[in-house]
């Protein structure tokens, strides 16, 4: 029989937590972007793939997809595929011939090398919220303009939770900065208050050059280090339907030339921006998809890309976007399947249309991050802090989501399910046997403070305590910790040389002019 008598009274829960923790505002999991242990989730049988593909192919041989971008309008036609006017159409072996020439996994190194990340194989990478031009949180309780403070904040937290692996686009636009010089400011934020993997907006050469210069100051490269490997990378979206614009091919020409990564994420919303059928949708978006890396792998051979999804719904009765619904996850599965097929690297998200960090948030935000780990994606952008279909960034949102992201890496801890002796635990149920309890066993003192998931935000009290405790919900303690991560923030180190350098880089710039804008 186990021991029932008085023991040593142990330092978990609560109490142990915050003993563990020290100074720090939460007790979180260490950095470790997780691997994917499980199989991924294929709703299409060999046909039904073997159908995609050819309707994908019949999208680029009959009907085509528009460039308006004159080189690559010019590239087209060197390399023989038909193109009348800025419509281009080719053929299946042209594109997977281009296609087959993809990684199928590649590195991105920031400015820390130790953020370096894995971007392919069974690697899962989370991002903050991206290009929001909104912001809402608690304290002030209505949706207003982004501002460079907000960003910064978000930036901050991007920073702070080691769940979160890259740095995608601006984590809220700070409209307060004129568009001319906002990627200067902001980048030089990110820059300094982040030393994760880096991101460039493809909307026009200057803003892409810039950006790959910041970066190679940051990292302290020399221009032939930058271009020896990816620093950073860029996404694009096509304009659905069947159309790429000038700035985001052009970006990612740049990109791809000097060995930057590159993301191709068609946002096909089925019923509005595609068919209403999901199988339609993502046809169309895996066609919109391979068109641009043909081209980019024809430019340079081998050059890192990803292909992306964003293949959700509308509404049927207001035409709004919607996500995390069931159609949403199945177009995740279905493309993350298809991925695998074409041998890429797979983009997805974490998103959701409600307003405001409720239950409707998580539950939508939950099904949108478990379809990207059922579909086996490998960059998960708006990991944390998206609401209003993309419109509104909220840090307790933010918070919020990066619990899920917790959760997600402990259950792919080989830990959870290991079927070692030592786990089966034959011994400690014999010591217990039929009539004991297992808390004072010396198999669970031995393993009780990492046993098991361990929560910073959720309230696991009965509601007596909640309510003793002063009944906080879940966004107004999400809102406490958001203060307190910002009260205490240290930004990462930087060299004093390179932080000086890079804030000449942005005066120039700035004294320059920036980038072009018709305001």
Not at 214 to 224: K, L, P, T
Not at 497 to 503: G, H, M
Request: net charge negative; proline share 6%; with cysteine.
């Amino acid at each position: 029989m186990a021991e029932t008598g008085t023991h040593k009274r142990r330092g978990g829960g609560r109490a142990g937590a915050a003993a563990r923790r020290g100074s720090a505002v939460l007790e979180q999991m260490p950095w470790n972007p997780p691997r994917n242990i499980d199989r991924p989730i294929e709703p299409l049988s060999e046909e039904g793939v073997q159908a995609i593909h050819d309707g994908a192919m019949r999208i680029l041989e009959e009907i085509g997809i528009q460039f308006f971008n004159e080189e690559a309008l010019g590239i087209f036609k060197q390399a023989g595929v038909k193109v009348e006017g800025d419509l281009v159409r080719m053929d299946r072996e042209f594109v997977m011939e281009m296609v087959a020439k993809a990684p199928r996994e590649w590195t991105l190194t920031p400015r820390n090398p130790e953020r370096k990340i894995t971007v392919g194989g069974d690697v899962m990478l989370f991002g903050n919220v991206s290009s929001p031009p909104n912001y809402w949180d608690l304290e002030q309780n209505k949706k207003t303009a982004g501002t460079r403070e907000q960003c910064r904040n978000l930036l901050k937290l991007t920073q702070y939770f080691n769940c979160i692996h890259f740095a995608g686009g601006y984590p809220v636009e700070p409209v307060d900065i004129h568009a001319s010089v906002r990627h200067l400011d902001v980048l030089y934020d990110k820059l300094t208050l982040t030393d994760k993997a880096m991101h460039a907006y493809s909307l026009g050469k200057e803003r892409v050059e810039d950006v790959m210069e910041m970066v190679r100051i940051a990292g302290g490269h020399s221009h032939e280090e930058f271009d020896a490997s990816p620093k950073m990378y860029t996404n694009i979206n096509s304009t659905s339907p069947l159309k790429h614009d000038e700035p985001m091919i052009d970006g990612s020409l740049r990109l791809c030339r000097r060995g930057q990564g590159v993301v191709v994420t068609p946002f096909t919303l089925a019923g509005a921006m595609a068919p209403v059928t999901m199988a339609g949708a993502v046809a169309q978006s895996i066609a919109e998809s391979l068109c641009a890396i043909a081209l980019f792998q024809y430019v340079v051979p081998g050059c890192p890309v990803a292909i992306g999804t964003f293949t959700s719904n509308v509404d049927m009765k207001s035409g709004a976007p919607a996500f995390g619904t069931p159609e949403y996850m199945r177009s995740t599965q279905m493309t993350g399947q298809m991925a695998r097929f074409y041998g890429l690297p797979m983009r997805a998200s974490g998103v959701c249309a409600a307003n405001v960090p409720d239950g409707q948030a998580m539950w939508e935000t939950s099904n949108s991050l478990w379809s990207a780990v059922q579909s086996g994606a490998n960059m998960i952008y708006h990991a944390a802090g998206w609401l209003e279909g993309g419109l509104i960034a909220s840090p307790e949102k933010f918070i919020m989501d990066c619990e899920v992201l917790q959760m997600i890496q402990r259950y792919m801890d080989p830990a959870v399910n290991a079927t070692g002796p030592d786990e089966i635990a034959l011994d400690a149920i014999r010591e217990v046997g039929n009539d004991g309890h297992f808390f004072g066993i010396q198999h669970t003192q031995d393993r009780y403070t990492t046993a098991f998931y361990q929560p910073f935000l959720s309230d696991w009290r009965n509601f007596e305590a909640w309510e003793a405790a002063g009944a906080t919900w879940t966004a107004e303690r999400a809102h406490k910790m958001f203060k307190e991560i910002i009260g205490s923030f240290e930004e990462p180190p930087m060299d004093a040389a390179i932080r000086d350098e890079l804030a000449d880089f942005v005066a120039r710039r700035k004294a320059e002019g920036g980038a072009p804008t018709d305001f």
